[in-house]
């Protein structure tokens, strides 16, 4: 009977993680569907800012060029990296931490590289491997605009200031709630589009080019910030929801197979007291 109440346990252990994971999944779905439909209405108009705005920094001159499209030789990188604050989202937040060591081992082996953490997964990655300047995992408390046009404004000041000659910035794009797309992107420097002789853009400048893209510049980076974090906080929330139903799945199907154990187990130990019963009284007759 020992065995039967070690089946027992097991059965009611696994019983109660399937409901822990089923609810998390319930409640993971309904704060997907929140994060899918902020990040769905927000990017035709974050595309289509970024693209003005390459369109118009192809047509400065190099001399009138825009502060923030300076390009520098490559000595100072900094890489934001946008993971979760919590786990239990399968490879969520290891893919983006393997993108970056990537990125940071191949593309920038003979460069400093330093770090601003978005999640706290990614500055418990990167603080005891990397130089972490900056650890920004309090923003998914309250994930407005406003907070991150900070954190761009900082980005933005570095850069101008001379701290770092390029910025990037990694995170999970949400495609459907089962998969994410990982994108390494240039924030800065500002990379215009290259020009096309046969393409005339059709735009009227008032008051002028220059003081519009001087203006159009801040807030199309921290749009594209915001909506790289919008993307990833969506996709959290996707691949927990996926996690957990394959967790509750697996759950269940662990638990029908212990049921079916321990009916056997416990059939077995029935027919052994039959046996040892009729094996007494044939005793008893003889």
Do not use: W
């Not at 289509?48 to 047509?59: N, V």
């Not at 967790?247 to 040892?276: F, G, H, M, V």
């Amino acid at each position: 009977m020992a065995n039967l109440k070690e089946i027992r346990n097991r059965i009611s252990s696994v019983s109660s993680t399937m409901q822990i994971t089923s609810a998390m999944k319930m409640v993971s779905a309904a704060k997907l569907k929140k994060a899918q439909d902020a990040i769905t209405a927000m990017r035709p108009y974050a595309d289509k800012l970024t693209e003005l705005l390459q369109d118009l920094s192809a047509t400065l001159d190099a001399d009138s060029g825009s502060k923030f499209s300076e390009q520098r030789d490559v000595k100072k990188v900094l890489i934001v990296a946008i993971t979760s604050n919590r786990g239990l989202c399968g490879a969520f937040n290891s893919n983006i931490i393997k993108a970056v060591n990537k990125v940071s081992a191949e593309k920038y082996a003979n460069k400093e590289v330093s770090y601003v953490a978005v999640g706290k997964k990614a500055n418990d990655a990167f603080k005891k491997t990397g130089n972490v300047i900056a650890n920004k995992s309090d923003i998914f408390d309250d994930l407005t605009f406003d907070n991150v046009a900070d954190l761009a404004q900082m980005l933005m000041d570095k850069f101008v200031a001379g701290e770092f000659d390029k910025i990037e910035i990694v995170y999970n794009k949400f495609k459907n709630a089962a998969t994410q797309e990982i994108m390494v992107e240039q924030f800065l420097p500002i990379v215009p589009i290259e020009k096309d002789d046969n393409v005339i853009l059709d735009y009227i400048f008032e008051p002028s080019k220059i003081e519009i893209v001087e203006q159009l510049i801040p807030k199309s980076l921290k749009t594209q910030l915001y909506k790289g974090i919008r993307d990833s906080f969506a996709s959290e929330h996707g691949a927990r929801m996926t996690a957990m139903h394959k967790a509750t799945d697996n759950a269940t199907e662990l638990r029908d197979q212990l049921k079916l154990t321990y009916n056997k187990a416990r059939q077995a130990s029935i027919t052994n007291e039959i046996l040892e019963i009729v094996g007494g009284a044939e005793a008893l007759n003889n």
